[in-house]
């Protein structure tokens, strides 16, 4: 009887030992918490973007976001923009004159539904507001898009054309990091008429980062194309823009090699003045010469050397009947 007990209590000694060695074991893997377990994971820096007191460009304020959700996000940014920010300079971007009646939030796209008083903003100012909206949103990861409503009713340009969806894209930006100040300006591009032997004015306001200059923002509108019915590319959409500098009234444009290859049936002359005219419109322009891979030892289409530098030509342009 004793020799039974015995073997009791040594069983019972070993399953408490195992139990103490399993206990211990799974202490020693379970991952350590921290004093911040309870705030999110992540935290992303971003900025909130604002408009300056004179109306003329827009500029971006730290912000830390203190959710990873995105529609966390998107409601925290309306509440960030609506803020007034550090700056005396700065003004917020929302709430003053008009406010958010509500968002919708479906596969990357983030639409914005504006009340009535929105259509009160001046143009240049609306310009302001709207890169200030997507630049602010579109830093939120899940975020691909904005389109802005005023009243459920679609948002359109000075020309009446639909705005429709737009991304950080959709405004020139500097090829560097810093990224935080926007001025607005009219600009006038030449395109293309439909036959490709004549060109067409048309102005453009577009809100451009302060860190590039006027002559290479011109060359992005260009490459981006025209935006209305009626006016037509000259430039391959795919050609990259090497660097473009200005000497003493001579504005060097040097372009990949795909600005050879021309998708369109347009004249060489409508081509190369479509360039010159558009930069030549900027005040401190007076030429244009054009280089390929830096090179300008180029017969452009078998027909216009680029070694020449170019002066303005209107004869090619259509004047629009008044």
Not at 168 to 186: H, P, Q, R, W
Not at 190 to 199: I, R, S, V
Request: proline fraction near 3%.
């Amino acid at each position: 009887m004793k020799r039974f007990k015995w073997k009791k209590m040594n069983i019972a000694i070993l399953l408490a030992v195992l139990l103490a060695a399993v206990s211990i074991l799974s202490y020693g893997c379970k991952p350590k918490e921290t004093e911040n377990s309870s705030e999110p994971a992540i935290k992303k820096d971003t900025a909130v973007y604002y408009i300056n007191r004179d109306k003329t460009r827009i500029q971006g304020e730290k912000y830390v976001f203190t959710s990873d959700d995105p529609h966390d996000r998107i409601e925290e940014m309306i509440a960030a923009l609506s803020e007034e920010p550090k700056h005396k300079e700065l003004k917020a971007s929302l709430g003053e004159d008009f406010s958010i009646l509500g968002y919708t939030f479906k596969e990357g796209n983030l639409t914005l539904d504006m009340d009535k008083k929105y259509r009160d903003l001046k143009p240049s100012e609306e310009i302001l507001v709207r890169a200030a909206f997507v630049r602010s949103f579109a830093q939120i990861p899940e975020v691909s898009y904005v389109q802005i409503l005023i009243n459920g009713e679609g948002l359109t340009d000075v020309n009446g054309n639909p705005v429709g969806f737009l991304n950080e894209e959709s405004f020139v930006e500097n090829d560097g990091k810093e990224i935080n100040a926007y001025e607005k300006a009219t600009v006038t591009l030449y395109f293309a008429t439909e036959d490709g032997k004549n060109l067409i004015t048309g102005q453009r306001q577009v809100v451009y980062n302060t860190n590039i200059s006027m002559e290479k923002m011109v060359m992005e509108q260009l490459i981006k194309g025209p935006v209305l019915n009626g006016y037509y590319a000259t430039i391959n959409p795919d050609t990259k823009i090497l660097s473009v500098t200005n000497k003493d009234g001579i504005c060097y444009v040097n372009l990949s090699e795909d600005f050879l290859k021309q998708p369109n049936d347009i004249s060489s002359e409508v081509v190369i003045y479509s360039i010159a005219n558009s930069l030549i419109d900027l005040h401190n322009v007076n030429r244009v010469q054009i280089q390929v891979n830096g090179n300008s030892k180029i017969l452009f289409r078998e027909s216009i050397s680029l070694e020449e530098s170019f002066e303005r030509n209107l004869d090619i342009v259509l004047q629009e009947e008044q």
